[in-house]
């Protein structure tokens, strides 16, 4: 650190708290410093305090996302398109963990699935603590997890883990228990750089600037959306079905390469799956009956609010992934793979391959259900 170096980061924060924004390349390197630790510890919870509190830009996004894939990104090569969901925590209602539950039944049904998450912060079941419990290894190479993928159609890459982002992206979020453009920034730095999507934001009005940075570093079809629990208040970082859901689509012209994005909104009552008791999609107050309940979910064991969300939340993976025309047809086809059992059978095979021990990891599993 130098005093340099802080004062030249100290402008940076004065002109946020100004309400001003900053250039891509100014946020890239604002976020250098931050990923280097190279200011204060003060210094650097104010400039992603401010930089939220102002309101992030696509441009701003973008630059932190840079950063972030540029310098602490481990890389992995994959040779399919693949396709990732996730949500940037830090919304106002916490869910059991659907997008995990929706990207095993997209895999499925032959999305090859990407995933890139963390353990939990402010919830009882992060994607990584979720996964774990399930018996997958979490802890495991970049590597294993690209080989998961291929094998099994569905692989994690463990956003707090230093084989996946080496070197400074877990210490900062493990200190910070607020939304920030950090967040948003991190989850898009997936190793296999996927250009299929579907992502959850904690707040409606990030839906637009996170669309238009994920059209600009490179996802062709994605859904980006926020979803609200009618009549509370609150809302989450899924798809909806205790209220409406809004969302952003991208969409490339497959002739000249231009990418559009149009919003659209997700009426849960027209689809037949609304619910109005919210508290059903609450996770358990302790891990092990939540895991218990949700290994019963992909054994198509539960039903009601749970089994309704996670149809939706896959059925617009389906959606984004080309796999059909309409949403409806997506939940359909969701609900034949959960319901035959084949994503059980998917669950199954990734607990087998991202693992150094497989038979204990499928041991964990079975004990589940």
């Given at each position: 650190m130098s005093v340099d170096t802080d004062k030249a980061f100290g402008v940076i924060i004065t002109r946020l708290i100004n309400k001003k924004n900053i250039t891509r390349d100014q946020a890239h390197e604002a976020f250098l410093t931050v990923l280097n630790n190279?200011?204060?510890?003060?210094?650097?919870?104010?400039?992603l305090s401010a930089l939220t509190a102002k309101g992030e830009t696509a441009e701003e996004?973008?630059?932190a996302w840079q950063a972030i894939y540029e310098l602490d990104t481990t890389k992995v090569n994959l040779d399919l398109a693949v396709a990732e969901n996730s949500g940037t925590g830090m919304d106002t209602f916490k869910t059991f963990n659907i997008s995990t539950a929706a990207a095993i039944i997209a895999a499925a049904g032959k999305v090859p699935m990407a995933r890139h998450g963390a353990r939990a912060i402010t919830s009882v079941c992060g994607t990584v603590d979720m996964a774990e419990a399930l018996g997958v290894d979490v802890e495991c190479t970049a590597d294993t997890v690209a080989q998961s993928?291929?094998?099994a159609g569905l692989g994690l890459f463990n956003g707090m883990s230093p084989h996946i982002h080496p070197n400074a992206l877990g210490r900062i979020l493990s200190q910070i228990f607020f939304g920030s453009t950090l967040n948003i920034?991190?989850?898009l730095a997936n190793p296999a750089l996927p250009a299929i999507g579907v992502r959850g934001v904690y707040a409606r009005q990030m839906i637009m600037p996170v669309a238009e940075v994920m059209a600009q570093i490179g996802y062709h079809s994605a859904i980006v959306l926020y979803g609200e629990v009618a009549g509370a208040g609150l809302g989450m970082d899924e798809a909806s079905v205790c209220g409406p859901t809004h969302c952003a689509r991208i969409q490339t012209d497959g002739d000249t390469g231009k990418r559009e994005i149009s919003e659209f909104t997700i009426d849960p009552v027209s689809l037949g799956l609304s619910t109005p008791n919210y508290e059903d999609l609450r996770p358990e107050l302790e891990l092990g009956k939540e895991i218990r309940r949700f290994a019963g979910l992909i054994a198509n064991r539960e039903n009601g609010a749970r089994k309704?969300?996670?149809?939706?939340n896959a059925g617009l993976i389906f959606l984004?992934?080309?796999?059909?025309?309409?949403?409806?047809?997506g939940i359909q086809k969701a609900a034949v793979l959960l319901e035959s059992g084949k994503a059980f059978d998917t669950l199954e095979n990734w607990v087998t391959a991202q693992?150094?021990?497989?038979?204990?990891g499928l041991e964990k599993l079975y004990s589940l259900v």
């Open positions: 190279a200011t204060t510890e003060l210094q650097q919870g104010a400039f996004v973008a630059g993928i291929k094998s920034a991190a989850s309704d969300a996670t149809l939706l984004a992934a080309g796999k059909v025309d309409n949403l409806d047809q693992n150094t021990d497989s038979e204990k």
